[in-house]
Nanobody, 124 residues
Framework: QVQLVESGGGSVQAGGSLRLSCVAS????????MGWFRQAPGKEREWVAR????????YYRDSVKGRLTISRDNAKNTLYLQMNSLKPEDTAMYYC?????????????????WGQGTQVTVSS
């Protein structure tokens, strides 16, 4: 099991930037992929960005491509989400996630460990 603690959320105006951080502890060697999910009020939790730990390959949902960047610092056991050109529709609780064995970190059922979430609010 991996423990995940997010930080970096906040309130910004449209067009602004935020950087989310997620510090992982525990046995991170068992994690095939990690990702960021978000959940807006009244909506289902959805995948935003993911990274495969061995290859470093990254993937993004279409609505955030070119604006959000996922990265990791292995020495610090930290996952990041750089968020630029934010839009009001990006407003949500953002969760750091670690996938279970065989997961591609796309669906909620493929996630083994979740962080507590950090709120991002973008005003127009």
């Amino acid at each position: 099991q991996v423990q995940l603690v997010e930080s970096g959320g906040g309130s910004v105006q449209a067009g602004g930037s935020l950087r989310l951080s997620c510090v992982a502890s525990g046995d991170t060697t068992i994690t095939r992929c990690m990702g960021w999910f978000r959940q807006a009020p009244g909506k289902e939790r959805e995948w935003v960005a993911r990274i495969f730990m061995a290859s470093g390959n990254t993937y993004y949902r279409d609505s955030v491509k070119g604006r959000l960047t996922i990265s990791r610092d292995n020495a610090k056991n930290t996952l990041y989400l750089q968020m630029n050109s934010l839009k009001p529709e990006d407003t949500a609780m953002y969760y750091c996630a670690a996938g279970n064995a065989g997961s591609a970190c796309i669906t909620v059922v493929g996630i083994r460990d979740w962080g507590q979430g950090t709120q991002v609010t973008v005003s127009s």
